[in-house]
């Protein structure tokens, strides 16, 4: 299995952009399929992007669509989310989480312990 770290977090204004990255530990890291998921208070933890282990495939929820992009690097073990234009609804704790790669519904067995975001308008 992978473990995985979230970091980059931070408080940022309306418009300003941020990078979130996902340090991942584990020899089967590149057989992995990465998302990215958000949980703002009060709510249920949503979809945000998902790529595949050869980053052949990406996916994004409709909402942040345009405005983040989420990339992998293998030979260092991370995935990022970059996030620009962002707004206040843009608020939540951020997770990182990997599946197998290829399997559809999409699984994923591990997560990581989150990162705070907070955009401020």
């Known amino acids: 299995q992978v473990q995985l770290v979230e970091s980059g977090g931070g408080l940022v204004q309306t418009g300003g952009s941020l990078r979130l990255s996902c340090a991942a530990s584990?020899?089967?890291?590149?057989?992995?399929?990465l998302g990215w998921f958000r949980q703002a208070p009060g709510k249920e933890r949503e979809f945000v992007a998902r790529?595949?282990?050869?980053?052949?495939?990406?996916y994004y929820a409709d909402s942040v669509k345009g405005r983040f992009t989420i990339s992998r690097d293998n030979a260092k073990n991370t995935v990022y989310l970059q996030m620009n234009s962002l707004k206040p609804e843009d608020t939540a704790v951020y997770y990182c989480?990997?599946?197998?790669?290829?399997?559809?519904?999409?699984?994923?067995?591990?997560w990581g312990q989150g990162t705070q975001v907070t955009v401020s308008s």
């Open positions: 584990g020899r089967t890291f590149r057989t992995y399929a």
């Open positions: 790529i595949t282990w050869s980053s052949t495939n990406t």
């Open positions: 989480a990997a599946g197998p790669n290829g399997q559809w519904p999409p699984r994923y067995d591990v």
